[in-house]
T-cell receptor
Framework: DAKTTQPPSMDCAEGRAANLPCNHS???????VYWYRQIHSQGPQYIIH???NNETNEMASLIITEDRKSSTLILPHATLRDTAVYYC?????????????FGKGTRLSVIA | EPEVTQTPSHQVTQMGQEVILRCVPI?????FYWYRQILGQKVEFLVS????????KSEIFDDQFSVERPDGSNFTLKIRSTKLEDSAMYFC????????????FGQGTRLTVV
């Protein structure tokens, strides 16, 4: 089972920041936080990952609390194309063999 | 940009028939995976493959399933005798290494068993 808890759905106005929370209170010291998204029935798409420092890339920013028990994915300027299911996953570092365990995720709807 | 390619995009098969789903992972990636997603449900892990052998598999991956990397580029999933409940989207994924474990997924094969 997934080790994370996410709200089932969220709405966001187009052009505004989308802030997607994730709770991972049982995260272990060697586990990273990963975010993926799935647009309609396409294959999941990697977004970002982090251990304890905040991370930013061209798609999003990841804010991890100091105690690492929760995180927030930020899409700074959401567009209609960001409508998708967003998955927060924890997984050990250096763990190519360890599968990603997908929960139900958060269904983000970006509204014009 | 390199991507994972899956073929066919859609396959219809009769119950009891064998199917082979094909994937071309990203070149120089070392880890390979199959996942499936039954309509309206979660993405479920099936199997991971590294160094020419299965490294992990789920309870779903029973004796009806097998994987193979026949020629160093393709990665296949075979279902020997399909059941109605095998109808799902099947996603192949690959990742570069243990220290770069982010996985990149293909667009999937929709398998319909009739």
């Amino acid at each position: 089972d997934a080790k994370t808890t996410q709200p089932p759905s969220m709405d966001c106005a187009e052009g505004r920041a989308a802030n997607l929370p994730c709770n991972h209170s049982t995260i272990s010291g060697n586990e990273y936080v990963y975010w993926y998204r799935q647009i309609h029935s396409q294959g999941p798409q990697y977004i970002i990952h982090g251990l304890k420092n905040n991370e930013t890339n061209e798609m999003a920013s990841l804010i991890i609390t100091e105690d690492r028990k929760s995180s927030t994915l930020i899409l700074p300027h959401a567009t209609l194309r960001d409508t998708a299911v967003y998955y927060c996953i924890v997984r050990p570092w250096n763990s190519g063999n360890t599968p990603l365990v997908f929960g139900k995720g958060t269904r983000l709807s970006v509204i014009a | 940009e390199p991507e994972v390619t899956q073929t066919p995009s859609h396959q219809v098969t009769q119950m009891g028939q064998e199917v082979i789903l094909r994937c071309v992972p990203i070149s120089n990636h070392l880890y390979f995976y199959w996942y499936r997603q039954i309509l309206g449900q979660k993405v479920e892990f099936l199997v991971s493959f590294y160094n020419n052998e299965i490294s992990e598999k789920s309870e779903i991956f029973d004796d009806q399933f097998s994987v193979e990397r026949p020629d160093g580029s393709n990665f296949t999933l075979k279902i020997r005798s399909t059941k109605l409940e095998d109808s799902a989207m099947y996603f192949c994924a690959s990742s570069a290494s243990g220290s770069q474990p982010e996985a990149f997924f293909g667009q999937g094969t929709r398998l319909t068993v009739v």
